[in-house]
C-alpha cells in the first residue's frame, strides 16, 4: 500500500500560485493518484485525478514525474476561500486478492492570508 | 439530483451505548464508503460496500463495529458499546463505480459527529 507524506501546512498570499507535493515512493503500477480538498465541518471534495505526466482542469492541474514517486497540486491564483485541508490519496485501486485499499494522508492546512 | 446525506448530523451518547449511524447515497452509485475522522486528524479508512456487499472491512478498528448495506442504497453503521475514543465525525462516501481499477471520484456526505460521554 502506497503511504503519502505532505507538508503540513503552508501559507500563501491571495493572488499568488501555490504547489503542494505529495511524495509516494512505493506508488504502485496501477495506482492513480487523486486530490481532495475539504473545509472545516465538510466532507472532502475531489479536485483532480491523474496517472501520469500532466492534468488540468478548470480549479487545478496535476504534475506527475515519469517515476510517479510524487505529485505535485498547482492551485493558480488562490484566494481566500481556497484555505482549506489537501489531501492526496494513493492506492485507490483493486487488488489481485479483492481488497480495496483507501488511505488518505494527513492533508496539507493551506491558509491563505489577505 | 441530492447529494449523500447523512443522520444524525450530531449524536451524543452515553459511553457503553450503542449507536446506529445512517447513510443515504446518491442515488444509482454502486460503491459506498465509511470513513473516520477525529479532531484534527486525516481521514481513517473503515469500510467499503461494491452493492450490498463489503469486499474490505479491514479498517473497522474492533469487532464492536459492524456495517450493512441494503437494496445497494442505504448503509447503516453501527458501534456496540461506545467508548469515549470513538468520539469523530464519521463521513461516508459514494461512487459510480470501479471500473478496471479506474478510480471514480467519492462523493462525501456532511457528517456525522459523535461524541462519547
Known amino acids: 500500500l502506497a503511504k503519502t507524506t505532505q507538508p503540513i501546512s503552508m501559507d500563501s498570499y491571495e493572488g499568488q500560485e501555490v504547489n503542494i507535493t505529495c511524495s509516494h515512493n512505493?506508488?504502485?503500477?496501477?495506482?492513480?493518484i487523486t486530490w481532495y480538498q475539504q473545509f472545516p465541518s465538510q466532507g472532502p471534495r475531489f479536485i483532480i485525478q491523474g496517472y501520469k505526466t500532466k492534468v488540468t482542469n478548470e480549479v487545478a492541474s496535476l504534475f506527475i514525474p515519469a517515476d510517479r514517486k510524487s505529485s505535485t497540486l498547482s492551485l493558480p491564483r488562490v484566494s481566500l476561500s481556497d484555505t482549506a485541508v489537501y489531501y492526496c490519496?494513493?492506492?485507490?485501486?483493486?487488488?489481485?486478492?479483492?481488497?480495496?485499499?483507501?488511505?488518505f494522508g494527513k492533508g496539507t492546512k493551506l491558509s491563505v492570508i489577505p | 439530483g441530492a447529494g449523500v446525506s447523512q443522520s444524525p448530523s450530531n449524536k451524543v451518547t452515553e459511553k457503553g451505548k450503542d449507536v446506529e449511524l445512517r447513510c443515504d447515497p446518491i442515488s444509482g452509485h454502486t460503491a459506498l464508503y465509511w470513513y473516520r475522522q477525529s479532531l484534527g486528524q486525516g481521514l481513517e479508512f473503515l469500510i467499503y460496500f461494491q452493492g450490498n456487499s463489503a469486499p474490505d472491512k479491514s479498517g473497522l478498528p474492533s469487532d464492536r463495529f459492524s456495517a450493512e448495506r441494503t437494496g445497494g442504497s442505504v448503509s447503516t453503521l453501527t458501534i456496540q458499546r461506545t467508548q469515549q475514543e470513538d468520539s469523530a465525525v464519521y463521513l461516508c462516501?459514494?461512487?459510480?463505480?470501479?471500473?478496471?481499477?479506474?478510480?471514480?471520484?467519492?462523493?462525501f456526505g456532511p457528517g456525522t459527529r459523535l461524541t462519547v460521554t
Open positions: 490519496l494513493v492506492g485507490d485501486r483493486y487488488s489481485g486478492a479483492g481488497s480495496y485499499q483507501l488511505t
Open positions: 512505493n506508488i504502485a503500477t496501477n495506482d492513480y
Open positions: 462516501a459514494s461512487s459510480p463505480s470501479r471500473l478496471r481499477g479506474i478510480p471514480y471520484e467519492q462523493y
